[in-house]
T-cell receptor
Framework: DAGVTQSPTHLIKTRGQHVTLRCSPI?????VSWYQQVLGQGPQFIFQ???????GRGNFPDRFSARQFPNYSSELNVNALLLGDSALYLC???????????FGEGSWLTVV | SQQGEEDPQALSIQEGENATMNCSYK?????LQWYRQNSGRGLVHLIL?????REKHSGRLRVTLDTSKKSSSLLITASRAADTASYFC???????????????FGKGTKLSVIP
C-alpha cells in the first residue's frame, strides 16, 4: 500500500507569491494534518482535518489555510509568502483510534 | 511551541554500541511516538507507546515511558551506521475530541553512528 504522498517535492517561490501543497493520505485514513519544519527544529503543527472538518489549528497566521476533499486528500495554501516560510512542509495521516500518525516525505519550500 | 526536549541534542557512538535518547514533556498525554528523520527527508514512524504502558519493544528498539516524571527514553541496541539520523519524540493530548491527533515535537536528537 502507498504511504502518505506529497507534491511537489521541491519548489522555489518569490516573496509575496502564493503556494499550494498537496497531500494524499494512506488509503482508509480520514485524518490529515500539516506540519512546518524549519531547519534545525522539530515539526510544528499547522492544521488538522478529520472527515473534511477542521479539528485543530496551530499558531500560524491567517496566510495559512487548508482544506480536505471528499476523497480525504488535502491542500495547504500559503498566501503572501515571506522568507521565513521557507521550510519543509510535512503532511501526515492517521486513522481513528490507532493513535499512530504516519508522515509523508514532505515538500521543501524555498522563498527567495 | 515545543512540548518537550530531547536529550542529548547530539550523540556520537561507534557501530555496535547502544544509543539512548531521552525525551521530556510538559502536559498530560494520550500517546508518545518516536520518529526517525534522515537528512532532509520525511519522518519515519518507529514506535508508539500509550500513556498506560510502561515499556515497549520493536526489534532493536526499546521505549520506556514514565508518566509521573513526564519522560520517555528510546534505546537502540547494537547500532548500525544506517541508524545515523535525527530522532524525535512526539506527544498528543490531552484528549481533544474524536479523530484529533495534534502532535507536539521536541527539537530532536542527532545520532551519528561511526562505522
Amino acid at each position: 500500500d502507498a504511504g502518505v504522498t506529497q507534491s511537489p517535492t521541491h519548489l522555489i517561490k518569490t516573496r509575496g507569491q502564493h503556494v499550494t501543497l498537496r497531500c494524499s493520505p494512506i488509503s482508509g485514513h480520514k485524518s490529515v494534518s500539516w506540519y512546518q519544519q524549519v531547519l534545525g527544529q522539530g515539526p510544528q503543527f499547522i492544521f488538522q482535518y478529520y472527515e473534511k472538518e477542521e479539528r485543530g489549528r496551530g499558531n500560524f497566521p491567517d496566510r495559512f489555510s487548508a482544506r480536505q476533499f471528499p476523497n480525504y486528500s488535502s491542500e495547504l495554501n500559503v498566501n503572501a509568502l515571506l522568507l521565513g516560510d521557507s521550510a519543509l512542509y510535512l503532511c501526515a495521516s492517521s486513522t481513528l483510534g490507532s493513535g499512530t500518525v504516519y508522515f509523508g516525505e514532505g515538500s521543501w519550500l524555498t522563498v527567495v | 511551541s515545543q512540548q518537550g526536549e530531547e536529550d542529548p541534542q547530539a550523540l556520537s557512538i561507534q557501530e555496535g554500541e547502544n544509543a539512548t535518547m531521552n525525551c521530556s514533556y510538559k502536559t498530560s498525554i494520550n500517546n508518545l511516538q518516536w520518529y526517525r528523520q534522515n537528512s532532509g527527508r520525511g519522518l519515519v514512524h518507529l514506535i508508539l507507546i500509550r500513556s498506560n504502558e510502561r515499556e515497549k519493544h520493536s526489534g532493536r528498539l526499546r521505549v520506556t515511558l514514565d508518566t509521573s516524571k513526564k519522560s520517555s527514553s528510546l534505546l537502540i541496541t547494537a547500532s548500525r551506521a544506517a541508524d545515523t539520523a535525527s530522532y524525535f519524540c512526539a506527544t498528543d493530548g490531552p484528549y481533544s475530541g474524536a479523530g484529533s491527533y495534534q502532535l507536539t515535537f521536541g527539537k530532536g536528537t542527532k545520532l551519528s553512528v561511526i562505522p
